[in-house]
Each structure stands twice: as structure tokens, then as C-alpha cells.
């Protein structure tokens, strides 16, 4: 079940949902009287109202509700209801007992039980480093956008420190707290996230429209997933291949490596213009942004502030524009790289674009991926990393498991370790690839043999 049903021969979105009730398995529920005390938080249920939340239902539950306690809230095709909003016919992904998914889930509650876990989210642990990581994003910040260090080089250094501690930031406490995994107090989650964008960029209800919504639901599907930056450059053979392609793994580093600018402005242009001229309706790709309350729209709009403010401080406080601008572009340089990195090498190597996942261009799923299990297309799109090193695994916030995280997004990182092995042993058995490269560094290198491919070929053939 895709979050965003589309037209099959338009793959425009289909608006025959009723904005009122959540869709599960086909059909409406309607759970207002839970909200409030739903465990995970309000924000977190109500992000599934007026779609088809399925695979978000799935994959934020490891353990699933009783379907005796679904049933309760099943909305009934009576009065003034109709069978056009009561049920959603949307074939995508399947969830049966038996498939690799179910089976995985199972097991992964096994592994918790075994282990006397209370809940799967990060800890106290998890916040000393978080507040940490701010103490060093503020101090070498302060040091580096408004002093003047008698030792240029100083200066220069705290910029790198700068930049490190915003993009460890983001993928870290930033990351979890955006799929409910940071901590197990709803309001705490709320605030860390919202804090947190306030510091490195974007907004709360965007990233959560374009990364949880679009991306780990429908992961490498186009239109609804645009992670893929088409047409800058092309990864997806669906995807028409333009002169300038041929040349994608040369000048796209360049991109990356000052990745944070066009991407906080982009999504602040795209908010301005939904909350000025589009009736307040904001949208990344196809995918509605979540907005519900007045503090939703304050959120983002301190998120938007806070962060130019920040970005204009070296202008402000440093003695020279020369000066200002070399600070401004170190620290740029310093929390793109890594943070943009982290997420080409996690789907955009040949193994997972090479599977017929990403066949819909003009189409809302292919006919190879029709009713495929949910969890045997996230096996199929995503790609491990460094499995087992330790430093790597905390650097990259759990990303390097993206696999683990991609099938088990609300539990934390701290887990996909042992959750790997379980993954592993799964899907060598429902004869599912896992794929993983021994290095960080090996993952960049068939990112880049990837551009290179994709960007001289229209339809490569792969072995």
C-alpha cells in the first residue's frame, strides 16, 4: 500500500480519500477518539489521517495491534459514507503472514522479549550525546562565526568542527527524532526535532513529507520519491538521460560537497509560496506536508528564521566579507559532505536501482513489483555498509544499517546490529538480497560506478 494511491495511467494522485479517516488494508478507520492516547504521540498518528498509512502502519508497529482492537475503528459504508471513501483500492505492496516481512517482524519481537527490552528507542545515553553534540555545534560555532581568532587557521578549524557537529546532527538525534526513534516520550521527540531544525536547516513538516512519508515508504519509486535529484542527475534507467548526464560523476561532487544551501532554500521557497498562494497546502514531490495546527506552521516558520540567521552571523560579526565568505564556505564544505553522502550511497548503487523497482515513471507500479512484499522491496532498494564496525555505526547514526532501518525505521539505531543478523538469516531464506560493501569508502565507489553507468547508458544491461 502506498502512502499516495496514483491515477495508474497519469500517476497524478488520486483525491477520493476522505480526509477524515486513516486507511488500512483497503479500508477506512477512524481513530480520532484514540489520539490522544495513542502511546506514540499525537503527531505520529495523525501524520496517517487522509491516507493510505498501511505500509506506515506496518512499519512503525514491530508489534502490531490485535486485529480485534483494528475492527473497533473500522468505519462502515453507512449514511453518509459512501463506498468511494470507505475503501481504497491501492495494489502495491502486500503484507501476509507468511511473507518475509511478517516473518522478520516476528522474530524481531523475539529478540526484544529475549532481551527484557521495554521499548525500542534511544535512552538517557542517547540524550547526553545529543546535548553534547549541541555544546559543540554552539561553542565552535560562537568561535568561528563571531570571534576573530588571532590564528586564522584556528578559525578555520572550529568551521570544521562546525560543520561536523551540525551534520552528525542531523543523522543522528535529528534522524531519530524524525521517525519517533530518538526517544520514548512523544513531546520530547517532538521538541528535539523541531529544536534541532531550528539549528541545521529545513522544517519539521517537510522533512517528514519528503524522507518518512515519501522516501521509506516508497522507497526508489518514482514520482513519489524524489531523493533520486532528477534531472541533476540520473540513477533510475525510467528516467530519460539528457547529454549532460554523461558527465554526472564528475560535477556531482560538487554538489554534494555544498549540498545544505540549495536544499534549505529550495524547501523554503516551496513553503512560502504553499502557505502564501497555494491556500496553505505545502507538498514535496506529490506528498502533502503535514499541517494541522497553528503550531505547526510556527514551527516551520522559526525553523526558516533561526537557521538564515545563523548562516548570517560570519556576514554580521567577522571583520571582512573575505573573511566571512571563507568561514561561511568551510563550514558549508564540512557538514555537506558527509551528510550528503551518507544518503547517496544508501540507495544508488546498481544492485538497487537494477530490480524493476523503479519502473513507474509513467506508471504507479510496475507490473514486476506489483503486490511485492513490503519488506522484500525495502530489502531489494536499500544497501548496508561497514557492517559490524562499531565508530561506523555511530558516526552515521545507524545509517549504515539502512537496510535494518529502512524495515525497522521507529526503532533506534542502537539495535541494528543485532537486528542485522536477524535481517541476514531472514532473507537468505526468502532468497532476498543483502546487500552490503566491506567499506564506507567501497559504498562511494559504486555510488560513483553507478553515475558513471546510468549517465552513458539508457538502458544498461547489469550483471
Same mark, same amino acid.
Given at each position: 500500500?502506498?502512502? =499516495? ?17 486513516? *486507511? +488500512?488494508?483497503? /479500508?477506512? #478507520? ?15 498518528? !495523525? ?5 493510505? !498509512? ?6 512503525? #508497529? ?25 475503501? !481504497? ?14 516473518? +522478520? ?11 527484557? &527490552? ?14 553534547? %553534540? =549541541? ?37 543522528? @538525534? ?18 528535539? $526535532? ?17 524522507? =518518512?512519508?515519501? #522516501? #521509506? ?33 564528475? &560535477?556531482?561532487?560538487?554538489? *554534494?560537497?555544498?549540498? $545544505? ?11 512560502? &509560496?504553499?502557505? +502564501?498562494? %497555494? ?38 560579526? +567577522? ?33 538497487? =536501482? ?16 506489483? %503486490? ?12 548496508? $555498509? @561497514? ?16 537496510? /535494518? ?10 539495535? $541494528? ?11 537468505? /531464506? ?34
Amino acid at each position: 500500500m502506498s502512502t =499516495v494511491p496514483l491515477d495508474r495511467k497519469s500517476s497524478e494522485p488520486l483525491n477520493n480519500l476522505d480526509a477524515r479517516y486513516w *486507511y +488500512l488494508y483497503g /479500508e477506512a #478507520h477512524d481513530f480520532s477518539d484514540f489520539i490522544s492516547r495513542h502511546p506514540g504521540g499525537q503527531q505520529a498518528i !495523525c501524520l496517517g489521517r487522509g491516507r493510505d !498509512c498501511t505500509a506506515l502502519f506496518e512499519s512503525y #508497529h514491530t508489534r502490531l495491534p490485535s486485529k480485534e482492537l483494528l475492527s473497533k475503528y473500522k468505519v462502515k459504508p453507512t449514511g453518509a459514507a459512501t463506498s468511494n471513501n470507505v475503501y !481504497c483500492n491501492n495494489d502495491t505492496f502486500t503484507f501476509n503472514e507468511e511473507d518475509f516481512y511478517h516473518t +522478520l517482524k516476528r522474530r524481531a519481537v523475539q529478540y526484544f522479549e529475549r532481551n527484557n &527490552y521495554q521499548h525500542t528507542k534511544g535512552g538517557c545515553n542517547e540524550i547526553f550525546w545529543w546535548i553534547v %553534540n =549541541v555544546l559543540v555545534f554552539v561553542v565552535s560555532g560562537y568561535f568561528s562565526f563571531c570571534m576573530v581568532v588571532p590564528i586564522p587557521f584556528v578559525s578555520a578549524v572550529c568551521a570544521i568542527i562546525w560543520g561536523v557537529s551540525k551534520s552528525l546532527m542531523v543523522i543522528r @538525534s535529528t534522524h531519530g527524532a524524525s521517525h519517533y526513534a530518538f526517544s520514548n516520550f512523544p513531546r520530547f521527540n517532538r521538541f528535539v $526535532y523541531w529544536f534541532n531544525m531550528c539549528l541545521v536547516g529545513d522544517t519539521p513538516q517537510q522533512w517528514t513529507a519528503k524522507h =518518512v512519508l515519501a #522516501h #521509506h515508504i516508497d522507497t526508489n519509486i518514482t514520482p513519489i520519491d524524489d531523493d533520486t535529484m532528477y534531472p541533476i542527475k540520473r540513477v533510475l534507467s525510467s528516467y530519460d538521460r539528457y547529454w549532460y548526464h554523461a558527465y554526472q560523476h564528475v &560535477y556531482i561532487w560538487f554538489l *554534494y560537497f555544498f549540498v $545544505y544551501l540549495p536544499w534549505t532554500i529550495s524547501h523554503n521557497i516551496k513553503f512560502i &509560496y504553499g502557505a +502564501l498562494f %497555494n491556500h496553505g497546502k505545502i507538498y514535496e514531490s506529490v506528498v502533502e506536508c503535514y499541517y494541522n495546527s497553528l503550531l505547526d506552521y510556527l514551527e516551520s516558520v522559526s525553523c526558516i528564521i533561526v537557521t538564515h540567521c545563523i548562516r548570517l552571523l560570519p556576514f554580521f560579526c +567577522l571583520p571582512t566579507w573575505t573573511h566571512a565568505i571563507i568561514i561561511a564556505l568551510i563550514a558549508e564544505f564540512s557538514s555537506s559532505v558527509w551528510f550528503s553522502l551518507q544518503f547517496a550511497v544508501n540507495h544508488e548503487v546498481l544492485e538497487t =536501482v537494477d530490480n524493476g523497482s523503479a519502473g513507474h515513471h509513467n506508471v504507479t507500479f510496475s507490473d514486476k513489483n506489483k %503486490n511485492r512484499d513490503f519488506g522484500a522491496h525495502q530489502m531489494i532498494t536499500s544497501h548496508n $555498509y @561497514s557492517v559490524g564496525f562499531w565508530p561506523t555505526l555511530h558516526l552515521s547514526g545507524g545509517l549504515n544499517y539502512q537496510i /535494518e532501518h529502512h524495515l525497522f525505521p521507529s526503532v533506534h539505531y542502537k539495535h $541494528y546490529p543485532e537486528l542485522g543478523k536477524i535481517v541476514e538469516s531472514t532473507a537468505k /531464506e526468502f532468497n532476498l538480497p543483502y546487500t552490503k560493501s566491506s567499506s564506507f569508502m567501497q559504498g562511494v565507489w559504486r555510488h560513483c560506478k553507478l553515475l558513471y553507468i546510468m549517465g552513458n547508458n539508457d538502458k544498461p544491461l547489469i550483471q
